[in-house]
Nanobody, 127 residues
Framework: QVQLVESGGGSVHSGGSLRLSCAAS????????MGWFRQPPGKELEGVAI???????TYADSVKGRFTISQDNAKNTLYLQMNSLKLEDTATYYC?????????????????????WGPGTQVTVSS
């Protein structure tokens, strides 16, 4: 059974940094594409960053240059390093995973292309 558990969320001032972790169990991260998503208060779920099958990365325009996604296959863990945080980064952050090519894709920023989700971790950025 696939399980994902996020950690590392918290409160930080604007301009600060946080690193989110997502521990995966029940499968190998090397056979799945994985991503970080977020849902700001009152808004829809949106893709933030993904690691595609094969290792290439894709970022939402809003976080390019500030966020870095990475994974440690030995630890079966996905990370999101978030720097230069802004007020608009406040959201619940989720990690998600899907088997490579399950939807004919090696990776996607669309939430609909993922079946496995963690419970989320809250990130609050204040001025």
């Amino acid at each position: 059974q696939v399980q994902l558990v996020e950690s590392g969320g918290g409160s930080v001032h604007s301009g600060g940094s946080l690193r989110l972790s997502c521990a995966a169990s029940g499968y190998s991260v090397s056979t799945h594409y994985m991503g970080w998503f977020r849902q700001p208060p009152g808004k829809e779920l949106e893709g933030v960053a993904i690691i595609e099958c094969g290792g290439s990365t894709t970022y939402a325009d809003s976080v390019k240059g500030r966020f870095t996604i990475s994974q440690d296959n030995a630890k079966n863990t996905l990370y999101l390093q978030m720097n230069s945080l802004k007020l608009e980064d406040t959201a619940t952050y989720y990690c998600a995973a899907e088997r490579c090519w399950a939807y004919g894709s090696s990776g996607s920023l669309a939430p609909r292309d993922y079946r496995n989700w963690g419970p989320g971790t809250q990130v609050t950025v204040s001025s």
